[in-house]
């Protein structure tokens, strides 16, 4: 019963992300599952009840991860359970070694709950870097769309999942100094603290980018079972050459293309560039595209200039696991299995590193593909500090309920974190310009065709996040964790 009872209220706790955004529904719930977790002493039984919580989290959360599996559904529709099991049972485990700190927080209620709610933090941030590294749907994304947001140009992520977990446990502790009732106060008193802050700086006026850029995102609307078909692949690259040719009512200096957007190899496609250079009126063109190497095979994203001519290519360095590369598979060709080697044409081989672009007029431009907008700590790693983020995406992956929304909210919080406006040209959607607070100011919806005509919105000054990236909170999660586990031993002896 009580194993349901966690099931059930972890998935409330993912009413908080997008496409909800139910914050207010997902604090409560995860206050009760702290307080079912707190409430077990027996190690055993807490981390049965944190895994039942994360699994629940994770498959209301992460349900989307069926999409990608129904796009082909007759070859690939019977691995779609499996994955949203495997996904969930995941999940759940991190939520497990979480509980198992509360057990080790202390002897009272109090110490096993401010345990599980730094075990969370903790797990989120693990979850961000262990094999590969997967942080997404973190609890702290629960305050994207709110002025606690901008706390993330401080803190980062794993701050903001620390504003939940922390305030969700404040209510359980109590001691003769700090009663339950103070703490609780303690606790809203940091949510509001936060928010204001956010208020005040939503409120600031940024002076506007000088010199001025013009962008255009193209949004052909491929749906993924169509795009590559070979009836069809002809018809969306049309598309996407008459989008671009659309008269623009102020002069543009960058066109930019979806990711994957040419369907050609990038040595392959012969005079294309320059047809689209025509079709933009001499306007430098940005666009999504494969290329090889040999034998082997990259997700780029490729610039041309006025007349055509590609002068800055970008590879892809964080590929999906399983979708783009079979991990160590490069590994496993030493040893004579090479059906999962990219250097033998299986999958996408990884580019360097993060880079920056220097694409003239249009400005620096930090260039992610798709996934790469999921991890912090890939953009603070950048060589130099950007005018702006550009994303270029193929959502329709991702279905049309909570994926693309879930993207683009991550999207969000890069632009906060960093300091930078971010825009995205998404193939299905959601196209978007979003700028250095991470307020969406424009976009195209889910599903549509078009084109979204935008100014470079301005950047702020270098943030604090940016700077020291998960460090700050990596220390006070540890030390945090550490008081606990001593006062327990000096409690006990």
């Not at 941030?125 to 590969?132: A, E, I, P, Q, S």
């Not at 990259?298 to 200039?305: E, P, Q, R, T």
């Amino acid at each position: 019963m009580r194993l349901a009872l966690a099931l059930l209220l972890g998935a409330g706790i993912a009413a908080g992300q997008a496409p909800f955004n139910l914050w207010w529904a997902a604090l409560p719930a995860l206050f009760l599952v702290t307080a079912l977790v707190s409430a077990e002493a027996r190690r055993a039984q807490a981390v049965w009840l944190g895994w039942a919580a994360g699994a629940g989290y994770g498959a209301a959360s992460l349900f989307w991860i069926v999409e990608p599996f129904l796009i082909d559904i007759a070859r690939h529709g019977w691995m779609a359970p499996f994955a949203l099991v495997l996904m969930a049972a995941g999940m759940g485990v991190f939520w497990a070694l979480a509980a198992a700190l509360s057990v080790s927080g202390g002897r009272t209620r109090g110490g096993r709950a401010l345990g599980f709610a730094l075990g969370l933090a903790a797990a989120d941030l693990v979850r961000g870097y262990l094999f590969t590294g997967f942080p997404w749907a973190l609890l702290g994304h629960v305050w994207i769309g709110t002025p606690v947001m901008q706390t993330a140009a401080l803190v980062g992520p794993i701050g903001l999942s620390l504003l939940a977990t922390i305030p969700a446990a404040l209510p359980l502790l109590s001691s003769r100094l700090a009663p339950r009732a103070i703490l609780t106060v303690c606790g809203a008193c940091i949510l509001a603290a936060s928010w204001a802050f956010g208020t005040s700086q939503l409120a600031a006026t940024d002076a506007p980018r000088d010199p001025g850029v013009r962008v255009r995102l193209i949004q052909p609307n491929a749906d993924q079972h169509l795009k590559w078909r070979g009836d069809m692949w002809a018809y969306f690259l049309d598309r996407q050459i008459a989008l671009t040719g659309q008269p623009p009512k102020r002069p543009l200096d960058l066109v930019v293309w979806p990711e994957t957007a040419i369907p050609f190899l990038l040595d392959q496609s012969g005079s294309l560039f320059e047809e689209i250079a025509v079709a933009s009126g001499g306007v430098p063109v940005a666009s999504g595209v494969q290329r090889r190497e040999g034998n082997r095979f990259f997700n780029s994203l490729a610039v041309a200039d006025g007349a055509g001519k590609v002068f800055a290519v970008y590879d892809k360095h964080r590929l999906v696991p399983f979708g783009e590369y079979i991990p160590y598979g490069d590994t496993m060709a030493k040893f004579g299995i090479t059906a999962f080697a990219a250097q033998q044409g299986f999958g996408y081989t990884s580019g360097p590193s993060t880079r920056v672009l220097d694409l003239g007029k249009a400005g620096r431009v930090l260039p992610l593909i798709c996934y790469e907008a999921v991890f912090p700590q890939d953009l603070n790693a950048a060589p130099e500090r950007a005018d702006w983020i550009l994303q270029v995406t193929n959502d329709g992956w991702f279905g049309k309920i909570a994926g693309p929304y879930q993207h683009l909210a991550q999207a969000q919080l890069r632009a906060v974190e960093q300091g930078l406006p971010l825009l995205r040209a998404a193939n299905t959607g959601v196209t978007a310009v979003i700028d250095a607070r991470g307020r969406l100011l424009q976009s195209l919806p889910l599903g549509t065709e078009g084109v979204l005509d935008a100014d470079v919105p301005p950047a702020l000054p270098a943030t604090i996040y940016s700077r020291t990236g998960d460090l700050p909170a990596t220390i006070f999660v540890v030390l945090a964790l550490l008081a606990l586990f001593f006062r327990d031993r000096r409690q006990s002896h």
